[in-house]
């Protein structure tokens, strides 16, 4: 059986302000039947520290209701943040 998937595209940088609305966002896509895996694009993303929490906190939000996030269109440079910061295992990549 397929395992069921949502995608979330975060469409541009993310700030420190901007991380409640995210969240908020994030939460309105899982209202209801929870998925087995939300992909994120992450195409349009800046890849700094903010943007890295905001990450991490997603995968929390979404592991606490029993699925889990993959990061799809990830920069060289995102990889790199994520690997500097411990975190490439705990965001995999969808696409290589």
């Given at each position: 059986?397929?395992?069921?998937?949502?995608?979330?595209?975060?469409?541009?940088?993310?700030?420190?302000?901007?991380?409640?609305?995210?969240?908020?966002?994030?939460?309105?896509?899982?209202?209801?039947?929870?998925?087995?895996?939300?992909?994120?694009?992450?195409?349009?993303l800046r890849p700094d520290a903010a943007?890295?929490?905001?990450?991490?906190?997603?995968?929390?939000?979404?592991?606490?209701?029993?699925c889990e996030v993959w990061l799809s269109?990830?920069?060289?440079?995102?990889?790199?943040?994520?690997?500097?910061?411990?975190?490439?295992?705990?965001?995999?990549?969808?696409?290589?």
């Amino acid at each position: 059986m397929e395992p069921s998937v949502i995608i979330f595209v975060i469409d541009g940088p993310i700030d420190r302000a901007g991380l409640p609305g995210l969240h908020d966002r994030f939460r309105l896509l899982l209202d209801g039947d929870v998925p087995d895996r939300i992909v994120c694009d992450v195409g349009a993303l800046r890849p700094d520290a903010a943007a890295v929490d905001a990450l991490a906190r997603l995968q929390l939000t979404a592991r606490r209701l029993g699925c889990e996030v993959w990061l799809s269109h990830a920069s060289g440079e995102l990889q790199e943040l994520l690997g500097l910061m411990g975190l490439q295992a705990a965001l995999p990549l969808s696409d290589p």
